[in-house]
């Protein structure tokens, strides 16, 4: 069974950090793009960052690019998204998710889904 469990979301003031991470069960982790996508309330599903499990290339979207840093632990199975400066704007249930389509942030081409963290950033 394909499971994705997203952890480490919570309440931060503005300006400060969260971790967050995606532990990953019952498929080839190594073979898989990890994505992580944010929604907030009332907006479409956002693409935030991804990562290439085999080679570790990296791509952010403009709006996280210089404070979010996503990272692999191919040992653990399991991705981090180190999120840095935080803005009320990027307060959103987030989500990770596994696909083959290679390194973007197209949400159709991600095949499993986690179940989401919220992140909550006060001003």
């Known amino acids: 069974e394909v499971q994705l469990v997203e952890s480490g979301g919570g309440l931060v003031q503005a300006g400060g950090s969260l971790r967050l991470s995606c532990a990953a069960s019952g498929f080839t982790f190594d073979d898989y793009t990890i994505g992580w996508f944010r929604q907030a309330p009332g907006k479409e599903r956002e693409g935030v960052s991804c990562?290439?499990?085999?080679?570790?290339?990296?791509y952010y979207a403009d709006s996280v690019k210089g404070r979010f840093t996503i990272s692999t632990d191919n040992a653990k199975n399991t991705v981090y998204l180190q999120m840095n400066s935080l803005k009320p704007e990027d307060t959103a249930v987030y989500y990770c998710?596994?696909?083959?389509?290679?390194?973007?942030?197209?949400?159709?081409?991600?095949?499993?889904w986690g179940q989401g963290t919220q992140v909550t950033v006060s001003s």
């Open positions: 998710a596994a696909g083959v389509a290679g390194l973007a942030l197209r949400h159709w081409e991600y095949d499993y």
């Open positions: 990562i290439n499990n085999r080679d570790r290339s990296t």
